[in-house]
């Protein structure tokens, strides 16, 4: 079969569903990334030392990840035009609520509803891309929509400085939590699930191939908690785990990283700090469409999601510590934005993996149980880094530490992810598109 079986209608359904999840994923990670880009004021304004803003920085992710377990199974279950459109309520009603706290513990909480709200999104997108898209071209869907991830922080840097010089911090929170609301009704006005759009049936049959019947009912506790039992499961989640402990050292520090380390003003680092993510843009893309590609070369849907991420996690992790070692600040930003671009191309990777690891009616879980482990990466990350900086007066050693880990998680990827019958045969009665050449 080819995409052209497809109706026109259908065809612009979908593109039109991938579009609003770039959207509402720029929007997430604006929302995720301006504490990061305020971290200067608030720390200031409040009276935070640089371990506390650490803690502070990890209580979104602590969330954020708790919540994925639930979250999976909840979006299998319940669909995605509901669970997005309650998530992006909770987490823009949070994300305003940043713009009146006036202590720590009040900003603990409203970054914590913040993590539990976002944590349907990308769940959410892995659906969306299996319910719209036949399993041999998933992958560049969902590097399109994951390419909001680097989109969203490439503009949160110059955008929310812009917001947070001209109007404050506070007010730089409460507009992006009106922005959010707006979101929420765009998406629940627009997107429509495969079987609520009455298709013809031909487009059906093309969406469901290579599905079994049982994939198509609502997702039981017993079928969830099977996918435990998944040797590839906990290997998604260790490697997920480094990718995300690297990812959100630069997420989370990285301005402060060119402000203390490299001695930026605000200003420039609000500029500077961009670059590393619209490279990580490309990245997103590309880790979509090199699976897509290997599979029309023949690799199975499975392989060719696992070597790329390997090699590009590797590659992220040696080149963030080659960009340790440059004294000049220029070729220091060149190197962690291509590392930053093979970080993405991991991240793409791994997200085009849940699309064809599990079967149809438990897509959403294994994304969710693969992000959790990523989240507690994440969530570690801000945390360790900002006590190893406070006690060492440098993010050397603590970038150090997130190269070591990347490096980990990539070998036991490696080691651990195959595409093989032992591994499909523990699901009962159902099979993994990862099997199907």
């Given at each position: 079969?080819?995409?052209?079986?497809?109706?026109?209608?259908?065809?612009?359904?979908?593109?039109?569903?991938?579009?609003?999840?770039?959207?509402?994923?720029?929007?997430?990670?604006?929302?995720?990334?301006?504490?990061?880009?305020?971290?200067?004021?608030?720390?200031?304004?409040?009276?935070?030392?640089?371990?506390?803003?650490?803690?502070?920085?990890?209580?979104?992710?602590?969330?954020?990840?708790?919540?994925?377990?639930?979250?999976?199974?909840?979006?299998?279950?319940?669909?995605?035009?509901?669970?997005?459109?309650?998530?992006?309520?909770?987490?823009?009603?949070?994300?305003?609520?940043?713009?009146?706290?006036?202590?720590?513990?009040?900003?603990?909480?409203?970054?914590?509803?913040?993590?539990?709200?976002?944590?349907?999104?990308?769940?959410?997108?892995?659906?969306?891309?299996?319910?719209?898209?036949?399993?041999?071209?998933?992958?560049?869907?969902?590097?399109?929509?994951?390419?909001?991830?680097?989109?969203?922080?490439?503009?949160?840097?110059?955008?929310?400085?812009?917001?947070?010089?001209?109007?404050?911090?506070?007010?730089?929170?409460?507009?992006?939590?009106?922005?959010?609301?707006?979101?929420?009704?765009?998406?629940?006005?627009?997107?429509?699930?495969?079987?609520?759009?009455?298709?013809?049936?031909?487009?059906?049959?093309?969406?469901?191939?290579?599905?079994?019947?049982?994939?198509?009912?609502?997702?039981?506790?017993?079928?969830?908690?099977?996918?435990?039992?998944?040797?590839?499961?906990?290997?998604?989640?260790?490697?997920?785990?480094?990718?995300?402990?690297?990812?959100?050292?630069?997420?989370?520090?990285?301005?402060?990283?060119?402000?203390?380390?490299?001695?930026?003003?605000?200003?420039?680092?609000?500029?500077?700090?961009?670059?590393?993510?619209?490279?990580?843009?490309?990245?997103?893309?590309?880790?979509?469409?090199?699976?897509?590609?290997?599979?029309?070369?023949?690799?199975?849907?499975?392989?060719?999601?696992?070597?790329?991420?390997?090699?590009?996690?590797?590659?992220?992790?040696?080149?963030?510590?080659?960009?340790?070692?440059?004294?000049?600040?220029?070729?220091?930003?060149?190197?962690?934005?291509?590392?930053?671009?093979?970080?993405?191309?991991?991240?793409?990777?791994?997200?085009?993996?849940?699309?064809?690891?599990?079967?149809?009616?438990?897509?959403?879980?294994?994304?969710?149980?693969?992000?959790?482990g990523g989240y507690i990466g994440a969530a570690l990350a801000p945390t360790i880094t900002g006590f190893i900086v406070e006690e060492a007066g440098s993010f050397n050693p603590a970038l150090f530490v997130g190269v070591t880990i990347g490096l980990a998680s990539s070998l036991i990827y490696l080691v651990t992810v195959r595409d093989d019958a032992t591994e499909r045969s523990l699901i009962k009665d159902e099979q993994p598109l990862g099997s199907l050449r």
């Amino acid at each position: 079969m080819t995409a052209q079986v497809l109706s026109g209608r259908a065809r612009t359904i979908r593109r039109i569903s991938v579009g609003l999840l770039v959207l509402s994923g720029i929007v997430n990670f604006m929302d995720r990334f301006a504490l990061s880009v305020a971290n200067p004021l608030i720390r200031q304004d409040l009276g935070l030392s640089i371990s506390s803003m650490g803690i502070l920085l990890s209580a979104f992710l602590w969330a954020y990840a708790l919540a994925q377990l639930p979250v999976g199974a909840l979006v299998d279950r319940y669909g995605p035009r509901r669970l997005l459109a309650v998530g992006i309520v909770i987490w823009s009603l949070a994300q305003a609520a940043g713009g009146v706290v006036s202590n720590l513990g009040q900003f603990f909480a409203s970054r914590f509803m913040l993590g539990v709200g976002e944590a349907p999104q990308f769940t959410v997108g892995v659906r969306v891309v299996r319910d719209w898209f036949h399993f041999r071209e998933r992958g560049l869907p969902t590097g399109i929509f994951l390419c909001s991830t680097a989109l969203g922080t490439a503009i949160s840097a110059p955008v929310l400085t812009w917001l947070m010089l001209s109007f404050g911090w506070r007010a730089m929170f409460l507009i992006m939590g009106v922005a959010g609301v707006v979101l929420a009704m765009l998406w629940s006005a627009i997107y429509r699930n495969p079987a609520d759009v009455g298709l013809p049936a031909s487009d059906h049959a093309y969406l469901q191939d290579g599905n079994t019947a049982a994939d198509n009912h609502k997702v039981r506790f017993s079928e969830w908690r099977e996918l435990f039992a998944l040797r590839n499961t906990w290997g998604m989640i260790a490697g997920y785990f480094g990718l995300l402990y690297l990812l959100w050292i630069y997420n989370a520090w990285l301005p402060s990283y060119f402000e203390i380390e490299r001695h930026m003003s605000i200003a420039r680092t609000g500029i500077v700090s961009a670059f590393p993510f619209i490279f990580g843009v490309g990245g997103s893309v590309l880790g979509g469409w090199i699976p897509d590609r290997l599979v029309a070369m023949g690799i199975s849907p499975m392989n060719s999601r696992k070597f790329p991420f390997v090699l590009a996690l590797a590659t992220f992790a040696i080149l963030t510590l080659v960009a340790t070692q440059v004294e000049n600040d220029a070729v220091s930003v060149a190197v962690l934005s291509i590392a930053s671009l093979f970080g993405f191309v991991a991240n793409g990777s791994a997200w085009a993996m849940a699309s064809v690891a599990a079967p149809h009616n438990r897509v959403a879980s294994l994304a969710s149980m693969q992000n959790f482990g990523g989240y507690i990466g994440a969530a570690l990350a801000p945390t360790i880094t900002g006590f190893i900086v406070e006690e060492a007066g440098s993010f050397n050693p603590a970038l150090f530490v997130g190269v070591t880990i990347g490096l980990a998680s990539s070998l036991i990827y490696l080691v651990t992810v195959r595409d093989d019958a032992t591994e499909r045969s523990l699901i009962k009665d159902e099979q993994p598109l990862g099997s199907l050449r």
